[in-house]
């Protein structure tokens, strides 16, 4: 992705989160140079683990910015971006759900949808043990998910009119 740094979601970020999606924008030029005469790794789920980090702060901001959750949540230790976001979250879990006063904000459930999609794909999927699936990637996946993170990022700040 070309010129990211004039982007919305890049302005939007703080200098920890550009830092993170720096360091994957680094991983994939890095790693692309290092193929051209090296044998490719196993997995490359750390390059998209930076991105998927800073992608849980701004889901954060944007949550707090809208006044989904409240600053105690935002700084505290028990807030969890998974359960908050998940749109299948069984009803005697759902106090404090984000979700559903997401989907109504940002006019339907369209864009809360593909946060979830981009949340599970490039967090949860990649970066949890299952013993009886392994989700290894490789480096184009990689990529693709840290340009899904910024895309998502991008359409968040446009489709629920977030002001920071």
Same mark, same amino acid.
């Given at each position: 992705?070309?010129?990211?740094?004039?982007?919305?979601?890049?302005?939007?970020?703080?200098?920890?989160?550009?830092?993170?999606?720096?360091?994957?924008?680094?991983?994939?030029?890095?790693?692309?140079?290092?193929?051209?005469?090296?044998?490719?790794?196993?997995?490359?789920?750390?390059?998209?683990?930076?991105?998927?980090?800073?992608? !849980?702060?701004? *889901? &954060?901001?944007?949550?707090?910015?809208? /006044?989904?959750? %409240?600053?105690?949540?935002? $700084?505290?230790?028990?807030?969890?971006?998974?359960?908050?976001?998940?749109?299948?979250?069984?009803?005697?879990?759902?106090?404090?759900?984000?979700?559903?006063?997401?989907?109504?904000?940002?006019?339907?459930? !369209?864009?809360? *949808? &593909?946060?979830?999609?981009?949340?599970? /794909?490039?967090? %949860?999927?990649?970066?949890? $043990?299952?013993?009886?699936?392994?989700?290894?990637?490789?480096?184009?996946?990689?990529?693709?998910?840290?340009?899904?993170?910024?895309?998502?990022?991008?359409?968040?700040?446009?489709?629920?009119?977030?002001?920071?």
């Amino acid at each position: 992705m070309e010129n990211w740094e004039e982007t919305n979601w890049w302005k939007y970020l703080d200098d920890s989160m550009r830092d993170l999606v720096r360091e994957s924008f680094d991983l994939i030029t890095a790693e692309t140079q290092r193929l051209a005469t090296g044998k490719p790794y196993h997995d490359y789920s750390f390059v998209v683990f930076p991105a998927a980090k800073a992608y !849980e702060g701004f *889901l &954060k901001k944007v949550f707090l910015d809208m /006044r989904l959750i %409240n600053t105690q949540q935002f $700084f505290g230790d028990n807030f969890r971006i998974g359960r908050a976001l998940s749109p299948t979250l069984p009803k005697r879990y759902r106090i404090g759900w984000v979700y559903g006063r997401l989907a109504n904000y940002c006019g339907g459930e !369209e864009l809360p *949808l &593909k946060m979830w999609d981009v949340w599970k /794909r490039a967090r %949860n999927r990649v970066f949890h $043990f299952f013993p009886q699936h392994h989700e290894c990637i490789n480096l184009e996946e990689a990529t693709t998910l840290v340009r899904a993170i910024t895309e998502i990022m991008g359409k968040v700040l446009e489709g629920c009119r977030v002001n920071g």
